[in-house]
């Protein structure tokens, strides 16, 4: 893990920002595989259940958020970003209305709610030790029993 992680650079860096925004624009209408395969196992996870909720860390433009919401409809989603204008554009997006956003950093959560899923994609490689344990732990705190 690094030494010295530069995961907070990103609230700060907009050219960072958009370079990722530009990547994860190719997928704004076709998800990809990878995101398929989580869409996937997430249905084998709660498909017994009537309702769950969801936090997505690292949310970004909320593309997986957006497939998730058109494969599982009633699903009570929520996606979080450490970058505000981030947040802001997902809030402003009528793709992603009825989720939630809010701006959170994944080693302190403190969302004042548990989830039943918890999904991290592209993300905590960018912590170093010290925080890549806070986040497991915040990460842990915010989940339901059995979650």
């Keep these: 893990m690094k030494k010295n992680p530069f995961y ?11 370079k990722y925004a530009n990547y994860q624009e190719k997928y704004r209408e076709n998800p990809k595989e990878s995101d398929k395969l ?3 196992l997430i249905k084998e996870k709660i ?9 997505d860390i690292a949310c970004s433009t909320g593309n997986f958020l957006k497939f998730l919401k ?11 970003d450490l970058a505000p204008n981030i947040i802001e554009n997902c809030k402003n997006d009528k793709k992603l209305s009825g989720i939630k956003f809010f701006k959170a950093d994944v080693t302190s959560l403190n969302l004042n709610k548990k989830f039943d899923i918890i999904t ?4 905590t490689y960018l912590l170093g030790k010290d925080d890549y ?3 497991l732990r915040s990460i842990y705190n915010s989940l339901k029993n059995g979650g």
């Design 70 to 80: 058109l494969q599982i409809p009633d699903a009570k989603l929520t996606g979080v």
């Design 47 to 55: 498909k017994n259940k009537k309702a769950f909720e969801l936090l």
């Design 38 to 40: 989580s869409v996937d």
């Design 133 to 135: 344990l806070k986040a």
């Design 120 to 123: 991290a994609n592209a993300v």
């Design 8 to 18: 907070k650079k990103y609230t700060s860096d907009k050219k960072m920002q958009n």
